[in-house]
C-alpha cells in the first residue's frame, strides 16, 4: 500500500478517493520514528537533518577508600542544535580509575567532544579526596576533591589537619563537590552533579534525566523513579545515602556512558567513573510504519499532511 498513490492526485481531486471500496481494518496513525544515534567509543557521525538534540557526556571521576565521592563527568545539552551537511567526529573521555588505600591512584576522568561547525566539548569529572590511613602516610595535596566539569567530594582528615574543600565545577557543566571535615566524627563530601553540588555530608549530586530528550532509551543509570540519568555525583564514603541520580552509590563505579562519578567507600575500593558518551537524536528522521488496512483517502490525506512515511 504505500506506493499506491498515483502522480496526477491532487487535494481538489481527493472526493474521487471516497467510492473506492470499503476496507476493514484498524485506523492506525502512521509512526515515524526519531533516529537516534550513540556513541560510546570513538566514530564520526553523519546528519541526516540540520538539526538535532545532542548530548554530550565526559567521563566521570574516580573514588578511593576512606575518601570523598568522585565528581560527574561534565553534560552539556544541546536542542535543536545546528548539524553541519558533512561528517562529525566525536570523541569520548574515559572514566577515572578508583582504588584502594594508600598508595592512592585514583584519578579524573577525561572530557568528550562532538566536533561539528558549532562544537560542543565537556570535562571529565573531578576524582574524590583521599583520607590518610594511617596518619603517618598523610598526604595532603590529595586531600582536596579535584575539579572538573563536576567536582569531586574532599576527604576527611584526622584531627590534627584542616578540613578540606570539594572541587570545583564549570558552570553549564555541572556542579562543586562537597567539602570535607577534620576525623574521629566527621566525614567525607560527595561528589557534584549535573544539576546539584555534592554534600557534606550527603548524597552526590543529582545528574540530568535524559529520558524526556531519548525518550524509549535505555542509556545512564535506571533510577527509583523509573527514568535514566546521567552524570550524577558518587557518594562518599562517610556521608550518608546514596549516589546522586546517576551517579555512583556506596563503592559502585559509574555505569558505562553515563559519565557518573564513582562511589567512596570505607570497607573496600572505591568506584571507577563511568565512561561518557555522545548521543544524537533527530526528530522524525528514524524508522517508519504504516500498519494496519488504509482506505485510499485516508492514505492520501496522511500524503499530503506530511505524516505518511516515505
Known amino acids: 500500500m504505500r506506493n499506491f498513490l498515483t502522480a496526477g492526485f491532487n487535494e481538489s481531486g481527493q472526493n474521487n478517493l471516497d467510492n473506492q471500496g470499503g476496507v476493514v481494518g484498524p485506523e492506525n496513525d502512521p509512526v ?77 576522568g577525561s572530557g568528550s567532544s562532538f566536533g561539528a561547525a558549532s562544537p560542543i566539548s565537556t570535562t571529565g569529572g573531578g576524582r574524590g579526596g583521599n583520607r590518610p590511613y ?21 576527604a576527611r582528615q584526622f584531627s ?21 571535615t577534620v576525623d574521629w566524627g566527621g566525614y567525607s563530601g560527595s561528589g557534584g552533579g549535573y544539576s546539584a553540588s555534592g554534600g557534606g555530608p550527603g548524597p552526590g549530586g543529582d545528574g540530568l534525566n535524559v529520558t524526556p530528550y531519548f525518550p524509549g532509551q535505555t ?43 564513582g562511589g567512596s567507600s570505607y570497607g573496600s575500593d572505591g568506584g571507577a567513573g563511568g565512561p561518557g558518551g555522545v548521543y544524537i ?20 490525506t496522511a500524503k499530503i499532511n506530511g505524516n505518511w512515511p516515505g
Do not use: C, M
Not at 87 to 105: E, K, M, T
Not at 136 to 145: H, L, S, T, V
Not at 160 to 180: A, V
Open 32 to 108: 515515524i520514528n526519531d533516529l537516534i544515534t550513540i556513541f560510546t567509543s570513538p566514530g564520526t557521525f553523519n546528519p541526516t537533518l540540520t538539526e538535532a538534540t545532542v548530548l554530550v557526556i565526559g567521563g566521570g571521576g574516580g573514588a578511593a577508600n576512606r575518601g570523598g565521592g568522585a565528581g560527574a563527568g561534565g553534560a552539556r545539552l544541546g536542542v535543536n542544535h545546528p548539524l553541519p551537511g558533512s561528517p562529525v567526529p566525536v570523541s569520548i573521555g574515559a572514566g577515572g580509575a578508583g582504588d584502594g588505600p594508600f598508595p592512592w591512584s585514583n584519578g579524573s
Open 134 to 154: 594511617p596518619p603517618a602516610q598523610n598526604d595532603g595535596p590529595r586531600k582536596n576533591g579535584t575539579p572538573g566539569g563536576s567536582g569531586g567530594g574532599g
Open 160 to 180: 590534627s589537619s584542616p578540613g578540606t574543600s570539594g572541587g570545583s565545577g564549570i558552570g553549564g557543566e555541572g556542579n562543586p563537590g562537597g567539602n570535607g
Open 219 to 261: 542509556f545512564g543509570k535506571l533510577e527509583p523513579d523509573g527514568n535514566y540519568w546521567v552524570a550524577g555525583g558518587g557518594v562518599s564514603s562517610t556521608g550518608g545515602g546514596a549516589g546522586g541520580n546517576g551517579g555512583g552509590d556506596i563503592g559502585e563505579a559509574g555505569v558505562p556512558g553515563s559519565g557518573g562519578g
Open 281 to 300: 537524536n533527530e526528530p522524525q528522521a528514524g524508522p517508519s510504519r504504516s500498519s494496519g488496512l488504509w482506505t485510499l483517502k485516508a492514505q492520501y
